[in-house]
């Protein structure tokens, strides 16, 4: 038998993983990588939670199935962002977008 | 008469645990054994695969086919096999190694991997997963990632076009493919493989979502990238596309991963539209089942070669085009139309495979006339611009 | 040790460490790849808890569309950003620091909570049915339901218009 507990190890070093990508890498897909590990962090801990807990409703269910759809959402809108920006000022550094920063 | 299958898988677990093994260890080596058996059987498929379909593209387009090797060239494929074998696997210079020599492995991974839930005979399923269909198309994508992968592994600018044209294309062909197979499983009330076989038993599915069919049919050839859909290996445009660098069992493993794939895919035409194992007499010999599975895939196999050999390739924004502006909204319109009918006609009493077959040609003369009314204006434009062009030549001649 | 426990902490060290390549190898395309792995081994850890509808969805969602996305906007954008300059900026340090100390807020909250040691319970083979169900339910889920609908409509209008070619001339 699997304890719950190391399912939320697990969820926990994977969300520090992300966080970790999404901090230190420069370039923003890598940010945009990093933000999924995150969000599947998240998603084995509600699952998780759904299995060992709560099992006889469909909270956690429902709950994976919208941030999957966020996750989906928020690729392609952050990809679109991406190109855009490369295509307008040809660098996808996180660091060298900065024209807002004056 | 009980089932066969169920019977063979019996005794040879009795004898297992006979022998002295544990239950639960038998249990995991015969599902080992049974997925080692599906696959190699699949894979020694391919060999008469690529024979039959030599012969068959040769015949059509009047030639004789291999004919050299063995009786009517049947070895033709094994001694081509052999010299791919004993040749030299390249690694071009600055390529990226172990994605290069990974991407044939993933391709031919995914296809094979859709046979796991292929229901081949009643009881005769690899895994029978009540999310079967999803499950299809989720593995069958993952050849999506390996062809990706090589071209972007070889370094070798073709090889990177092949690729991208192979994205572009494959990802939004899906969307059609997936609308379209959401209706037989609206109809079978199931995404498990052998719940939609079984549904099918008063009538297949092809009589009560024609245009469902087509459209899985088109995109799925689409899908695996075959004429006129083969703009991934266009050769007189990048060469061979995203497998250029390949060579030796590494190119043969890419070759083999398409052939079947389209063998693939005419199996799951048959299973999800032509009632996979259905047929008569099928109750009280399951082993006609597998007789008929075989057959429907067959037929539908020979109506790939025939399209792949009969229409010129297509160029990549018709293609896009094709998809976007026509497959899928019939796609939709399709799916939203099945589904409102499917419940009223259920619920008011009528004959389903009448309301369905009627609303089906009712779309199908709509389409007909947007077409038509868009073909005429479009032919209109086209000649109130070249008319002067027209007359000029006319000019010149006289 | 059973048989439950060795997968889970095989596909568990897979994903972990996966993630880890994912942060930190510095060819883009091998963290994209990397990434498809880690991804691979969220989806059995699904099959462990016993959903293996979302296992499946995982497949399709995250392996057959995101993550071949990211790969394809990289090649895209190859040419921004070369792999020998540095790809983690000054102050991963910090940005490691700050991990670290989230990931052990999170262990503490965990070694803390009273149902850690639970077992599953008995039985949670979920039905799609019911799933399907409560997803239209007036008296269920329909609100996430629609919301999410309305966010994949305004996700798809906005990546096309951010996307789009600027119009020539302007």
């Known amino acids: 038998m699997v304890p719950l507990s190391w399912f939320l190890i697990l969820g926990a070093a994977l969300f520090a993983v992300g966080l970790f990508g999404v901090l230190a890498r420069r370039n923003a897909i890598a940010i945009l990588m990093g933000i999924e590990l995150m969000l599947n962090a998240v998603n084995l801990n509600l699952l998780a939670f759904w299995r060992y807990l709560w099992s006889d409703s469909l909270t956690g269910v429902v709950f994976v199935i919208v941030v999957l759809a966020v996750a989906a959402a928020e690729v392609a809108v952050g990809l679109a962002l991406i190109i855009s920006i490369y295509r307008r000022r040809s660098t996808i550094v996180a660091e060298e977008i900065n024209l807002l920063k004056w | 008469m009980s089932d066969p299958f169920t019977t063979i898988d019996q005794f040879i677990k009795n004898l297992l645990i006979g022998l002295g093994l544990e239950a639960e260890v038998t249990e995991v080596a015969l599902n080992i054994v049974g997925a080692v058996v599906l696959g ?43 010299k791919l074998v004993t040749k030299e696997v390249l690694i071009p210079q600055g390529a990226d190694r172990y994605v290069f020599i990974m ?77 379209a197979l959401l209706i037989p499983v609206m109809l079978a009330g199931s995404m498990g493989m052998s719940t939609i ?175 038509r009314a868009y073909a005429t204006s479009q032919r209109r434009r086209l000649e109130v611009t070249e008319r002067p062009q027209v007359q000029r030549s006319e000019a010149a001649s006289d | 040790m059973t048989g439950p426990q060795i997968i889970f902490l095989a596909a568990a060290a897979v994903t972990l460490i996966a993630a880890i390549m994912v942060v930190t190898v510095p060819r883009l395309v091998h963290a994209g790849l990397w990434l498809i792995l880690s991804l691979a081994g969220i989806a059995v850890l699904f099959i462990m808890l016993d959903n293996g509808f979302l296992a499946v969805v995982q497949v399709a969602i995250y392996i057959d569309a995101i993550a071949i996305l990211i790969i394809l906007a990289m090649m895209l954008t190859r040419a921004a950003m070369s792999d020998t300059e540095p790809q983690i900026n000054r102050m991963w340090l910090a940005s490691a620091f700050a991990s670290l100390i989230i990931m052990a807020g999170l262990l503490w909250i965990v070694s803390q909570a009273p149902a850690a040691s639970r077992g599953p ?50």
């Open chain 2, 197 to 371: 076989v079984e549904a099918q038993g008063s009538a297949w599915f092809i009589v009560l979502a024609p245009l469902a069919a087509i459209i899985f049919f088109i995109s799925s050839i689409a899908e695996v990238g075959r004429a006129p859909f083969d703009l991934l290996e266009a050769e007189s445009e990048i060469v061979a596309g995203f497998h250029i660098e390949y060579s030796g069992i590494a190119f043969g493993m890419f070759f083999v991963g398409e052939f079947i794939h389209a063998f693939t895919i005419a199996a799951l035409f048959s299973v999800i539209f032509l009632g996979g194992w259905q047929g008569p007499a099928v109750e009280s010999f399951p082993l006609l089942g597998l007789f008929y599975f075989i057959l429907k895939t067959w037929f539908m196999y020979f109506v790939v070669i025939w399209v792949r050999s009969t229409l010129p390739r297509i160029r990549i924004d018709q293609i896009n085009a094709f998809n976007w502006k026509f497959m899928t909204p019939l796609a939709l319109v399709v799916f939203m139309v099945t589904a409102i009918l499917d419940k009223l006609a259920v619920e008011a009493g009528f004959n389903r495979a009448a309301v369905l077959l009627a609303a089906n040609a009712i779309i199908v003369l709509g389409t007909l006339f947007l077409l």
């Open chain 2, 40 to 82: 190699l059987l699949v894979g020694a498929t391919a060999i008469i695969l690529i024979w039959a379909e030599r012969k068959l593209v040769a015949r059509i387009q009047d030639r004789l086919g291999p004919n050299r090797v063995g009786p009517y060239g049947i070895l033709q494929t094994i001694a081509d096999g052999l």
């Open chain 3, 121 to 170: 319970l008995v039985d949670a083979e979920v039905g799609l049915d019911a799933l399907g169900r409560a997803l239209v339910d007036v008296d269920g889920f329909i609100l996430p339901f629609e919301i999410a609908s309305v966010l994949l409509v305004a996700a798809l209008v906005g990546a096309i218009l951010v996307a789009m070619t600027p119009a020539r001339g302007d």
């Open chain 2, 103 to 179: 991407a044939p492995l993933i391709v031919v991974t995914g296809v094979i991997g859709i046979w796991a839930v292929m229901p081949l005979a009643p009881g005769l399923i690899g895994s029978d997963i009540n999310v079967g269909l999803l499950y299809v198309i989720a593995v069958g994508a993952i050849g999506t990632l390996g062809i990706m992968m090589a071209g972007m592994s070889s370094n070798n600018k073709y090889a990177l076009l092949g690729a991208f044209r192979t994205v572009a294309q494959m990802l939004s062909y899906t969307v059609p493919m997936i609308l």
